[in-house]
């Protein structure tokens, strides 16, 4: 899935060379599943991280993900792939106290993929549906 690990800078941190230690064998119903969930999650208004990617030039899979931390404050996980369809680059960001996934760490997922792919900012969806049918 990766060649190497690059800071925000694009400095290489790390390169990966080693094969995967194993494969997990799925069927492409399943994994079209998966994916298709995946990207409903970051590009249908409704989904979780849709006001960070509704608005995307490129089609994203994503998920957030929020740790508990006891008396600390949470922290932020957001995993990308992009192009959905046709995966180029894989993102992971975590925040220690950055609280909601889909608040934090999804936009700094979404500036390293505009970087990637050398594109503009992409402005937000205003008002966007929260999970559950809420808008703000």
Do not use: C
């Given at each position: 899935?990766?060649?190497?690990?690059?800071?925000?800078?694009?400095?290489?941190?790390?390169?990966?060379?080693?094969?995967?230690?194993?494969?997990?064998?799925?069927?492409?119903?399943?994994?079209?599943?998966?994916?298709?969930?995946?990207t409903?999650?970051?590009?249908?208004?409704?989904g979780?991280s849709?006001?960070?990617?509704?608005?995307?030039?490129?089609?994203v899979?994503?998920?957030?993900?929020?740790?508990?931390?006891?008396?600390?404050?949470?922290?932020?996980?957001?995993?990308?792939?992009?192009?959905?369809?046709?995966?180029?680059?894989?993102?992971?960001?975590?925040?220690?106290?950055?609280?909601?996934?889909?608040?934090?760490?999804?936009?700094v997922?979404?500036?390293?993929?505009?970087?990637?792919?050398?594109?503009?900012?992409?402005?937000?969806?205003?008002?966007?549906?929260?999970?559950?049918?809420?808008?703000?």
């Amino acid at each position: 899935l990766a060649d190497q690990v690059e800071s925000v800078t694009g400095e290489v941190l790390e390169e990966i060379r080693p094969a995967p230690r194993r494969q997990i064998q799925m069927s492409e119903e399943t994994r079209n599943t998966i994916m298709d969930g995946l990207t409903r999650a970051a590009m249908e208004d409704g989904g979780t991280s849709y006001g960070v990617f509704g608005n995307f030039p490129v089609p994203v899979a994503g998920k957030t993900g929020t740790a508990e931390r006891g008396v600390q404050p949470d922290q932020a996980w957001y995993v990308a792939i992009a192009p959905a369809d046709n995966p180029q680059i894989v993102v992971a960001v975590t925040l220690e106290r950055g609280g909601f996934g889909a608040d934090t760490a999804a936009p700094v997922a979404a500036r390293m993929i505009e970087r990637h792919f050398e594109l503009p900012i992409t402005p937000p969806v205003p008002n966007p549906t929260k999970p559950g049918g809420v808008t703000e």
